[in-house]
């Protein structure tokens, strides 16, 4: 590794990739607003950090993480610069989908703490500055809720139209041809009273009829429980699922089977149906009507930007803050035409709104194993970061993200803990992969237990993909991060600006500028997305950029720190971010 100092502030070397910080260009360019009466609200610049409690920090030597070791993880967390957590479900769960089967959504589950441990979590992130979101889960509960036992009891029991009973088409013969995002039919037979109900994932999870309003009665009463607490808001599961037809007519069949063997099905009977805005807007309401600016977070699969943007309420603006938006992050090859396209889409079409990025998360292969070609992985991890952290966007991280944790998916059926894995082997091992302890550093269990056998085994990466290796390497990918989301909360264009693609022809390097209204300077930000060296000539006269140089805020090795425009070379899969004026 190689260090050097930079002409007028600091700037690091890599061995195969510089990294170039200059403090001296941040301090040319305005500060941006500080929290004031004025401020926009806080979630619009939201780096969220997604927390897997059960792989995140153990402190009982249990093997499976808790709410201390959260606790005790805060400065790290904030030392990274998110704003907030995202805690996924720790409510008490028979944990057959890994606490995404609640069975109380008011109490605290014991394996990861208690209710004081919690109320300790608030405080204590509140000291780092530091919000705490919570999961809500709210299209389907436990078949061991005490609502569901209740439903199931009797045909007339009060609360049996709080889930979606049928009767069968004959013996042995579901409703219709549903299907479960884990795989086989949505329906399940119950002999008690002789009749299906319906549950989008496993049958351990019926889904609850939004159709009667006492279910949303309940629900919405135990969103003011936590926001009575102080959470900062919601990630809302599976809520584009609320709602199915009404008349429960069969999917249509599309051509081919998915990963479990059933046939393909086109969802929109199951999926996405329009009631679901109206219950969106009067969760908004109950939400805005708390101090402090609480947020609605969507986990919203969606297929096009026209169906984002509904998710925002359209423009009324009255449905979730931060719809998430899957499609920039999933698009799952370096593709420039492709991101080109969706994040201008996100910047163009959702009515000024933020979008909110994500490229990794608890039911997806990592991003490092997405997009990586097994050659240039570090680096495009890097490139990955870069999008995410520079365009105009709120973001969403998962733990391990920033330090390059990759995928480590069971070897056996046998290893297999996730429902969805054991259903889909050996064609769909799961997400066990993606769920893996927590790397801290390079000693017992990564410093994440001291049990003889962790939850999920330890990945064989963690010698060197680690918080305590990467924290002192100033070249690492942690650094990376570290460096962009300082550089975001710093540079007001990278706050604020919006986000202008440039060189738009290109097919190998991404380009964009991000420039507030009226100023004369912006950011360009451009990254090559393949393994040849690549030269670009800008052309940003049309943007008010009238000098011919950028200098470089953070580059790649074998860049200058100061380029011409009008023949940057951008080495195989380097990244450049630099003033441009
Ligand atoms: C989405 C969650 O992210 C996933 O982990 C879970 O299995 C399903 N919803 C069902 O709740």
Not at 41 to 65: C, K, L, M, N
Not at 444 to 462: C, H, M, Q, V
Request: proline share 7%; with cysteine.
């Amino acid at each position: 590794m190689r260090c050097r100092v930079g002409r007028a502030g600091f700037a690091i070397s890599l061995v195969a990739v510089a990294v170039v910080f200059t403090l001296a260009a941040r301090g040319q360019m305005q500060q941006p607003a500080r929290p004031g009466k004025n401020a926009a609200p806080w979630w619009q610049h939201a780096i969220v950090y997604e927390v897997y409690p059960r792989s995140f920090q153990d402190t009982t030597g249990s093997g499976i993480g808790d709410i201390n070791g959260i606790i005790e993880r805060l400065g790290y967390l904030q030392d990274l610069g998110v704003n907030a957590i995202w805690l996924t479900p720790i409510y008490p769960s028979p944990q057959k989908d890994f606490g995404y089967d609640i069975s109380n959504y008011e109490a605290i589950d014991p394996m990861f703490g208690t209710m004081a441990d919690f109320d300790h979590l608030l405080a204590a992130a509140k000291a780092h500055h530091i919000r705490v979101i919570m999961d809500m889960v709210m299209a389907h509960t436990s078949d061991q809720s005490p609502w569901f036992k209740e439903s199931r009891s009797s045909r007339t029991n009060p609360k049996r139209d709080w889930y979606i009973w049928r009767d069968g088409k004959g013996p042995g013969i579901p409703p219709n041809n549903w299907e479960s995002d884990f795989g086989g039919s949505a329906w399940t037979f119950d002999p008690i009273t002789k009749q299906w109900y319906y549950h989008k994932f496993l049958a351990a999870q019926p889904s609850l009829n939004w159709r009667n309003p006492a279910v949303e009665k309940a629900m919405f009463d135990v969103c003011r429980f936590w926001l009575n607490k102080g959470v900062a808001g919601f990630r809302l599961d599976a809520v584009p699922e609320l709602f199915v037809d009404p008349k429960f007519r069969d999917e249509q069949v599309l051509p081919g089977l998915n990963v479990y063997g059933d046939p393909n099905l086109n969802q929109d009977r199951t999926e996405n149906l329009p009631e679901v805005h109206v219950v969106m807007r009067a969760l908004r309401k109950l939400v805005d009507s708390y101090p402090g600016h609480r947020v609605l977070i969507g986990e919203t699969y969606l297929p096009n930007i026209q169906d984002q943007l509904a998710w925002y309420g359209g423009a009324r603006h009255d449905e979730l803050q931060l719809p998430m938006d899957m499609q920039v992050g999933f698009i799952n090859k370096l593709d420039a035409a492709a991101f080109r396209e969706k994040i201008n889409q996100a910047e163009t079409q959702l009515d000024g709104y933020m979008p909110l990025f994500v490229f990794d998360n608890h039911d997806n292969p990592r991003s490092w194993n997405r997009y990586g070609d097994g050659k240039h992985d570090a680096a495009i991890a890097r490139i990955i970061a870069t999008i995410l952290l520079t365009t105009r966007s709120a973001d969403l991280m998962y733990y391990g993200q920033e330090i390059g944790m990759v995928t480590t998916p069971p070897k056996t059926l046998a290893q297999v803990r996730d429902p969805a894995g054991i259903r889909g082997w050996p064609k769909y091992k799961g997400r066990d992969g993606e769920r893996t302890p927590m790397q801290w550093n390079s000693g017992k269990d990564a410093g994440f237990s001291t049990a003889a056998t962790t939850w999920l085994p330890i990945p064989a990466s963690y010698k060197e993909v680690n918080v305590q290796v990467e924290s002192a390497n100033p070249d690492s990918l942690l650094n990376w991060y570290k460096h962009l989301i300082s550089m975001r909360r710093e540079i007001p264009a990278l706050y604020r600006g919006r986000n202008i693609m440039v060189d738009t022809s290109d097919p190998d390097v991404l380009s964009y500028l991000r420039q507030e209204p009226g100023q004369a300077s912006a950011v360009l930000v451009a990254m090559n997305f393949t393994q040849q060296a690549h030269t670009v000539a800008y052309q940003l006269q049309k943007e008010g950029i009238t000098s011919s140089v950028a200098t470089a805020l953070l580059e790649d090795q074998g860049m200058s720190k100061t380029v011409d425009l009008h023949h940057v070379t951008l080495p195989p899969f380097a990244v450049f971010i630099g003033k441009v004026q």
